[in-house]
């Protein structure tokens, strides 16, 4: 199985990256990923030198992996990722970063903070005495679109959609603009709460296996999860609202075109049995994002 390290680093979606990695369809191949500081944070004491600048057009945050080029696949192609698992390794540090002014709750702490915790077992135990149940999941995956885009950001090619049903055993449907894809991979969360409320998940790195099928007969405006049960539109937009209303137009559009019903029911079956998740909280490093679900009964495509 082909294996690519986490040496190999990007901060941005480029169409001019050249591919470090070539996978088959169908293939099963494992990706390294680096925590959301490249692995420089050990202590409290690197907080400042690995902090990203935020001054500059593109920071470096969420490092990812690739790019991937998957054979056989164009622009206008859709896409599955499928999950097959996401290893962190026993003793691996991660931490919580708090940012002051940032968060939903502003005034955690008036310093720069980070708590860090060590994987131990199936629980990550913080060192303030916290036992965090372990349950990661990818916080930056996408592929590239046309134009130079920082692996901070999200939009309809996927990016950093920090939604924590990106699991293992999950599905991710993306929309193709590159030939090959290039996928990129990174910014694993041992555990994160939906919303990411205060800005940071567990960070911590991983090993992802993932393999990759071209889907006939599907067009998607944006990422479409299947998770279980559940299929979700992920959209992002700089405010809640404005997420919100584009998770709802693409699963509008959606059951119009694969669960054969008329806007007018598209429309019921929103308000009836739809749910919406916050997957990234509005804040000024990032900007919303919302995921809406319906159960995969209601699709026939998507039935097994």
């Known amino acids: 199985m ?6 190999n680093t990007q901060y941005t979606f480029d169409p001019a990256h050249q591919p470090c990695m070539k996978v088959e369809l169908g293939e099963r191949f494992r990706v390294e990923t680096h925590d959301s500081r490249g692995g420089r944070m050990k202590t409290l004491a690197d907080y400042r030198s690995t902090a990203p600048d935020l001054s500059q057009p593109i920071p470096k945050m969420n490092p990812s ?10 622009a206008g192609d859709t896409i599955k990722i499928t999950i097959h698992s996401i290893t962190i390794e026993q003793g691996a540090r991660g931490y919580v970063v708090f940012i002051p002014g940032f968060g939903v709750i502003k005034d955690v702490s008036s310093e720069p903070t980070a708590i860090f915790g060590e994987l131990k077992g199936e629980r990550i135990e913080m060192e303030t005495g916290l036992s965090i149940p372990l349950r990661p999941h990818i916080g930056t995956i996408g ?10 950001l999200s939009g309809t090619y996927g990016g950093n959609m920090d939604c924590r049903f990106v699991e293992a055993g999950t599905e991710l449907y993306l929309p193709v603009y590159m030939e090959q894809a290039l996928l990129l991979v990174g910014d694993v969360h041992g555990s994160m709460g939906a919303g990411e409320l205060m800005t940071s998940g567990i960070e911590m790195p991983a090993t992802v296996e993932l393999s990759v099928e071209k889907v006939q007969g599907v067009k998607i405006n944006g990422p479409l999860l299947r998770k279980g049960d ?12 404005d997420a919100l209303n584009l998770a709802s137009a693409d699963m509008l559009q959606f059951l119009q075109d694969y669960a054969g019903v008329s ?11 739809c749910d919406a998740q916050i997957c990234q909280s509005n804040d000024r490093l990032f900007p919303s994002i919302i995921a809406l679900s319906v159960h995969k009964d209601f699709v026939p495509l998507f039935k097994d």
């Open 65 to 74: 992996t690739g790019p991937i080029a998957i054979k056989d696949v164009h």
């Open 230 to 241: 559940e299929l979700w539109t992920i959209a992002t937009a700089p405010e809640f609202q």
């Open 2 to 7: 082909q294996l690519l390290s986490r040496d």
């Open 143 to 152: 592929v590239t679109p046309t134009n130079v885009t920082p692996t901070s």
């Open 263 to 273: 806007r007018t029911n598209a429309a019921a079956m929103i308000t009836s049995v």
